[in-house]
């Protein structure tokens, strides 16, 4: 006699397919399979945040925002003394809240905790859609093709990958019909007016001499600036340049997200008032197992039929709302076809390794039963490298933009910006200047693509992530000029997400283990960049330059012509001590059969079990381009095809 968990199931908690988290991955395809007829429940532990209007108005961001992410605290490597001069480490005081910075005691607070290096994620209806920058760019072909690599069955083929960015996107920018574009989709983009340009042009001056370095016109950077870096041509992935930078966002710079689409989806209804599509969302509940009918019998492989969640506001304990006292309540619902697992990079190999499915001796540890023994779930986590690079230029470059404008106050009570954003007008209703991208290809590009992408700041670097604490800090002068660099194709696969019990509400071990595999093409092509930027700064002219390189920190007197500085080791010591990342992806990495580490086939199902598939960033084999939100929207629009050809099989 063998039981299955399927003897619980009725007509009331049985479903067409389950989808467990709804961010780019999994609210793109569980809204697909609605508007196809079949009955879905989407399961999100976050809450629906929509009254929050720091997660409508872009503007308002709050990376860290407590009622939408959840606080991981990670390592970037196992090397002790590198972690310690990360300077964004974060601390937890005596009194509970959150200290950021290298050494606590520096200022007088003994007894800290230290937490580890911030890696907020989104945890929310539309998962990290909500709390993202929302920068849209379109990874490059190759990382497409490279799905098939060993397998050539051409599901992933790069060229076919650009019409399912057709269908989704409903662009707000350019001329309807441009090739390669979508203009009636539900994924709203945009980028910054050229107005806006207007009153931020003595920067252009750093723009033009990086222009000049590459060959490209520097009297045409205004034209570049405002061009679209997302155009259709065989030869995009090889090209450098400057242009702007799409977000998703509506007209009035209004985030759009999945959340848009499900609840549009969800409050859709027929002329007689009934709901149009089944989809049902389960909001503030925690999925914590897959459940598995293991009774096929005759060896046929174990078959995900239904999920257990923990239902209860904030039960995971990344929640920075977490408290003991909320217990939750544990539930079980069915899914007649199929179970999409969509946590992300971080949760969806940890649901999966609380399931059963993961390196043996893993499981073993937390005596969970093995029902798959897949040694590559939550190993080759990537992440694209992140550092600043920045100096002074000779005069200020913060202009003032709007003269007329009123003085916005970030949303605080009474924020006269927030009424206009209202209106669709003022500061908040438009784009920003960091609607720049300026890619360059280093010598140590693999692919022979363009393998770095770079926005310009001025005022201000991005140096890495931070919760909001009480600290003060000592802002950066007005002559600031900042290029945040994103690192494209990076080749370390050694970072891993790891569960450290068998409690569903405990966060998983994360470690980046950065600059381990392939540091000898990731980090020379850093430091070509910081080269190519000193030399930018060098040779920009009067009267903004030239600009003096600030950071990384080779003294200005050791810069040589070329930009490299004098002692190699000291820029690289700061760019591996210094490095952070926020695009996570690849712990369920699709591959070949002859892959011990590959988590998932070709269609993205699970390995060793029927009936489960994974679809959300975790299943990219390698990080794709300079921002994964876009590729994650087309992966699931493109999992959709391949879960509705299969629908009929069960
Ligand atoms: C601060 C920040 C800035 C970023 N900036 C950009 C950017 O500008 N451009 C870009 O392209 N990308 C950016 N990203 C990355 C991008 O947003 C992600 O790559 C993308 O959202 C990944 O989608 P996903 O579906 O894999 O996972 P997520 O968007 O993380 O969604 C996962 C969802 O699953 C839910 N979930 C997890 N586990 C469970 C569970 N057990 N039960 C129920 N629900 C669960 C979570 O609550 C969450 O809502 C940024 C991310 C962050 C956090």
């Not at 029927?610 to 699931?636: E, H, I, K, W």
């Amino acid at each position: 006699y063998c039981e299955s968990p399927k003897s619980l199931a009725n007509d009331d908690n049985t479903y067409d397919y389950i989808v467990t988290g709804s961010g780019p991955g999994g609210g793109t395809i569980a809204t697909n399979l609605a508007r196809a007829g079949h009955s879905v429940l989407l399961v999100e532990a976050g809450s629906d945040a929509t009254s929050d209007i720091r997660t409508q108005i872009l503007s308002l961001n709050d990376f860290g925002n407590p009622n939408v992410a959840w606080h991981f605290f990670v390592r970037h490597s196992d090397d002790e003394e590198r972690t310690k001069r990360y300077n964004l480490l974060v601390w937890r005081l005596t009194n509970g809240v959150y200290w950021v910075g290298r050494d606590p005691t520096t200022e007088g607070h003994q007894g800290a905790e230290r937490l580890g290096v911030f890696y907020p994620r989104g945890a929310t209806l539309g998962g990290s859609a909500i709390n993202n920058a929302a920068a849209t760019f379109l990874p490059s072909e190759s990382d497409w093709d490279f799905f098939d690599r060993g397998v050539e069955d051409g599901i992933w083929n790069g060229k076919e990958m650009r019409k399912y960015f057709e269908k989704i996107e409903h662009n707000n920018y350019l001329e309807p019909g441009t090739p390669g574009h979508g203009f009636t989709g539900w994924l709203q983009t945009n980028i910054a007016d050229p107005a806006v340009w207007a009153g931020a042009t003595l920067r252009f001056k750093v723009f033009q001499a990086a222009l000049k370095l590459i060959g490209r016109d520097p009297t045409k950077v205004l034209d570049y600036i405002t061009s679209d870096p997302n155009y259709l041509d065989p030869k995009r992935d090889q090209t450098e340049g400057l242009w702007s930078l799409p977000f998703h966002v509506t007209p009035t710079w209004k985030r759009f997200s999945p959340r848009d689409y499900i609840l549009e989806t969800r409050n859709a209804t027929n002329a007689n008032g009934t709901r149009k599509y089944p989809i049902h969302l389960q909001l503030e509940s925690l999925v914590t197992k897959v459940l598995f009918d293991k009774c096929g019998g005759n060896g046929t492989k174990p078959r995900a039929i239904g999920v257990e969640y923990l239902q209860g506001k904030s039960v995971y304990r990344a929640d920075p709302r977490y408290n003991s006292t909320t217990t939750g309540t544990l539930s079980r619902v069915f899914a007649r076809k199929e179970v999409i697992v969509s946590g992300g990079t971080f949760n969806s190999p940890q649901l999966l390794q609380l399931s059963g499915i993961g390196p043996k001796a893993l499981l073993d540890k937390f005596n969970i039963p093995v029902v798959s023994d897949l040694p590559g779930v939550g190993r080759n986590l990537q992440d694209n490298y992140e550092v600043p690079i920045y100096g002074n230029a000779q005069i200020n470059l913060v202009e003032d933009f709007d003269p007329n404008a009123p003085a916005c106050t970030w949303g605080a009570p009474g924020d006269p910006c927030v009424d206009l954003w209202y209106q669709g007008k003022g500061p908040y209703a438009r784009g920003g200047t960091n609607s720049n991208s300026f890619l360059i290809q280093t010598q140590h590009a693999v692919e022979n693509e363009r393998d770095m992408l770079m926005f310009a700041s001025v005022g201000g670097i991005f140096n890495g992530f931070a919760p909001t604490t009480n600290q003060t800090r000592t802002p950066l002068p007005p002559t600031t000029f900042s290029w945040s660099t994103v690192k494209m194709h990076p080749q370390n696969t050694a970072g891993f997400v790891q569960i450290q019990s068998d409690d569903p509400q405990d966060v998983p071990e994360v470690n980046t283990n950065y600059f381990v595999d392939g540091q000898e093409t990731d980090i020379p092509a850093i430091l070509d960049t910081v080269a190519f930027v000193r030399k930018s700064f060098a040779s920009t002219e009067a009267p903004v330059g030239p600009v003096v390189s600030v950071s990384p920190p080779c003294p200005p007197a050791d810069i040589l012509e070329t930009g490299y500085c004098r002692d190699e080791e000291v820029d690289k010591d700061w760019i591996k001590d210094q490095a952070f990342g926020h695009h996570p992806t690849s712990t369920n990495k699709v591959g070949p059969d002859s892959d011990p580490m590959a988590v998932l086939d070709t269609r993205l199902r699970v390995r060793g079990v029927q009936g489960l598939r994974v679809v959300d960033a975790s299943a990219f084999p390698r990080c794709p381009g300079a921002f994964p939100a876009v590729a994650t929207y087309m992966l699931s629009e493109r999992a959709t095809d391949l879960v509705l050809e299969d629908a009929d099989k069960w």
